[in-house]
T-cell receptor, first 111, second 114 residues
Framework: DAKTTQPNSMESNEEEPVHLPCNHS???????IHWYRQLPSQGPEYVIH???SNVNNRMASLAIAEDRKSSTLILHRATLRDAAVYYC????????????FGTGTRLTIIP | SAVISQKPSRDICQRGTSLTIQCQVD?????MFWYRQQPGQSLTLIAT?????????ESGFVIDKFPISRPNLTFSTLTVSNMSPEDSSIYLC???????????FGQGTRLTVV
């Protein structure tokens, strides 16, 4: 998977929106952008993925830049349960690529 | 989707012994992986568990230390051999069900070597 860069940490107030950025400037044309998160003492869990268009699901929204070199994970109304480490990846959906974790962004939610 | 169960969830082991961790998926998956996560760190991929053949290890990990089995499409084991305190970590199993799918993770096995 192509290299991604994320801020090491972010803070947000509870019940406010959170925008988590990710740069993936070397992404190839067919690679999808995936986001996962790891809650304390749990294994990582899938959050969302997309290719070119913005995506929404019950957990979050994914905004993808027009040039696809960056994306933003949006939590519309952060709760304490959203405190986690968030990882973004650019990953082929058609190969058997392993998932290689970077350092991710540790999100702290302030009550 | 796939649900992954890992056993044991935690263990405390004596140095020099071995521990086998089991990973069971509730559906057939194409890819299975094993990760290690040391305290406060990100996940490091140990190997890809290949069904019916030898696992593919990442740099820094060897079969003698981390033998892996994958006898079928739903089950894999990771053995941590001849353990030392440096092996104290969380070990996680992951699986992918095929094209256009996300990866799923077990809850991890917290290993402490004393």
């Amino acid at each position: 998977d192509a290299k991604t860069t994320q801020p090491n940490s972010m803070e947000s107030n509870e019940e406010e929106p959170v925008h988590l950025p990710c740069n993936h400037s070397t992404i190839s044309g067919t690679d999808y952008i995936h986001w996962y998160r790891q809650l304390p003492s749990q294994g990582p869990e899938y959050v969302i993925h997309g290719l070119t268009s913005n995506v929404n699901n019950r957990m979050a929204s994914l905004a993808i830049a027009e040039d696809r070199k960056s994306s933003t994970l949006i939590l519309h109304r952060a709760t304490l349960r959203d405190a986690a480490v968030y990882y973004c990846f650019s990953w082929s959906n058609f190969g058997n690529e392993k998932l290689t974790f970077g350092t991710g962004t540790r999100l702290t939610i302030i009550p | 989707s796939a649900v992954i169960s890992q056993k044991p969830s935690r263990d405390i082991c004596q140095r020099g012994t071995s521990l086998t961790i089991q990973c069971q998926v509730d559906s057939q998956v194409t890819m299975m992986f094993w990760y290690r996560q040391q305290p406060g760190q990100s996940l490091t991929l140990i190997a890809t568990a290949n069904q019916g053949s030898e696992a593919t290890y990442e740099s820094g990990f060897v079969i003698d230390k981390f033998p892996i089995s994958r006898p079928n499409l739903t089950f894999s084991t990771l053995t941590v051999s001849n353990m030392s305190p440096e092996d104290s970590s969380i070990y996680l199993c992951s699986a992918r069900t095929g094209m256009n799918t996300e990866a799923f993770f077990g809850q991890g096995t917290r290993l402490t070597v004393v």
